[in-house]
């Protein structure tokens, strides 16, 4: 279950609800007393923006959660020019880099889990395609240029509003070296994967694929979702 | 080449810059007296926001478009507290729902593209996985109760923020209809496909394989990316 949220974000998430229909509070779907039959989601996916929009990107005047006409879910709207701010998941794109059979893992010199390993991998920028986020962050975590091929794994965290992409990859040179957001920088071969330390459980899903797929030289795309630990 | 973008926005895409120097503006690298040599990517990449933030979403202060510091790329930083605003892709989810031979399309009743075919799709909401925005979108859209199975497709548009993909699912009992943003939903044989009232070309794209994996019964998973057109 989320964290309480501030109430004026106290909205369950009914797709069911029309424009204008009453909506009821988490207080009153914790206490039975709200239309929980009538919700879209279980209680697990009442709306928790990552961070609260208390004020409008436009203009300045303070917003306010509501249901906007024709839509079925509250979004922060300006109390002044009306304008409608979307929240939406963010990828986070990688990928597995090959050299001679080892694999290129990071670990991780920034918050969260600093001292961890991990796949280079990293917020999608705009302007960019998947392809071209999983080379960047390779060379901005591992300072290797890598030779991008398909996409590999995706993994859904939608109580952080993330989707995970991983490609597969080669390093045509074998060079790398730590980017600043790494402490350090190495290949690994399967049987050395640091599988107790590392950072993020859409990489150990990833790389136990991938270790598996190679054996039989038979790459598919894999896909999970995970719930909060 | 992208409209031409606020002053202030006018930074290119350099991700060699090291935090703190100087930056180079649109119309210098548009007249070739900029860095451009030292850029990461074309011109076509030049970061340009689908929305400018103003404004900050914490405290309502003006914000500015700098580059924070150990980051790379201009981004709305607040004049008073200092939060900083990050823009990413969005994804829009779809499917392509199969009842007895035939595919679910639906007409929009919505800008852009009111009155073309469409798969149904829309923009992945927080709080939920790939899969559920796949299936909630067709519930809004064409009031169908979808079986979601493998992701089929994704397509990059880097020029408007968007990854698109597209699941395969069947419909359990070939129920549907109108939702309010489509003007009418309706089957399509494989030879009734209205290919030139389509209304993207990622639908178009996600069809074409889909017909033509079918006939093969090996469904793989499809990439691509367009450019504006």
Not at 44 to 63: D, E, F, N
Not at 86 to 109: D, F, H, K, T
């Amino acid at each position: 279950m989320p964290a309480s949220p501030a109430p004026e974000l106290a909205f369950c998430y009914c797709s069911q609800r029309k424009p204008g229909a009453a909506k009821h509070s988490l207080d009153q779907h914790y206490d039975g007393r709200g239309n929980g039959s009538q919700c879209y989601t279980s209680l697990s996916r009442l709306i928790v923006p990552q961070i609260v929009i208390s004020y409008c990107t436009q203009c300045g005047a303070a917003t306010a959660y509501v249901i906007p006409p024709l839509d079925s879910l509250p979004r922060a709207v300006c109390s002044r020019c009306g304008h409608i701010h979307y929240e939406n998941p963010r990828m986070v794109v990688g990928c597995v880099a090959e050299w001679q059979g080892s694999i290129l893992l990071c670990r991780r010199a920034i918050q969260p889990r600093h001292g961890l390993w991990t796949l280079p991998a990293g917020f999608m920028e705009m302007n960019e395609t998947t392809a071209e986020a999983a080379a960047r962050e390779t060379l901005e975590e591992a300072c290797a240029t890598v030779e991008i091929d398909a996409p590999y794994a995706m993994v859904n965290l939608p109580h952080v509003g993330q989707v995970h992409l991983f490609y597969r990859g080669r390093l045509p040179d074998g060079r790398f070296a730590p980017g600043e957001e790494s402490l350090e920088t190495a290949l690994f071969a399967p049987a050395d994967i640091p599988w107790e330390s590392l950072a993020f459980r859409s990489v150990a899903f990833c790389l136990q694929h991938y270790l598996r797929d190679r054996e039989t030289g038979s790459f598919g795309f894999h896909c999970t979702d995970y719930a909060p630990r």
